[in-house]
Nanobody, 115 residues
Framework: QVQLVESGGGSVQSGGSLRLSCAAS????????MGWYRQAPGKQREMVTI???????TYADSVAGRFTISRDSAKKTMYLQMNSLKPEDTAIYYC?????????WGQGTQVTVSS
């Protein structure tokens, strides 16, 4: 089992920045993909960005150029730097890890961007 704990969410004004963190613990044997997803009220959960074990990254078009994913393998922590935030970025952000075909999720952290 892998446990994930997100932190860093909060409320900011449009144009502001936030940095989310995701700390992983437990049976971390060979993570294939790590990523951030979000779910806005009344909408389906969507992929924000992912990073593979070879550090290849993918971003949703809506956040490309504004968000940056990174990870510190030694600390078993993943980060999401969010700049130039927009009201439409308001959502619960979830950390995800895929290992040996299994999916693990954090509890989510709320990000609210006001105009």
């Amino acid at each position: 089992q892998v446990q994930l704990v997100e932190s860093g969410g909060g409320s900011v004004q449009s144009g502001g920045s936030l940095r989310l963190s995701c700390a992983a613990s437990g049976s971390i044997l060979g993570i294939d993909v790590m990523g951030w997803y979000r779910q806005a009220p009344g909408k389906q959960r969507e992929m924000v960005t992912i990073i593979t074990s070879s550090d290849s990254t993918t971003y949703a078009d809506s956040v490309a150029g504004r968000f940056t994913i990174s990870r510190d393998s030694a600390k078993k922590t993943m980060y999401l730097q969010m700049n130039s935030l927009k009201p439409e970025d308001t959502a619960i952000y979830y950390c995800n890890v895929q290992q040996f075909g299994d999916d693990y999720w954090g509890q989510g952290t709320q990000v609210t961007v006001s105009s």
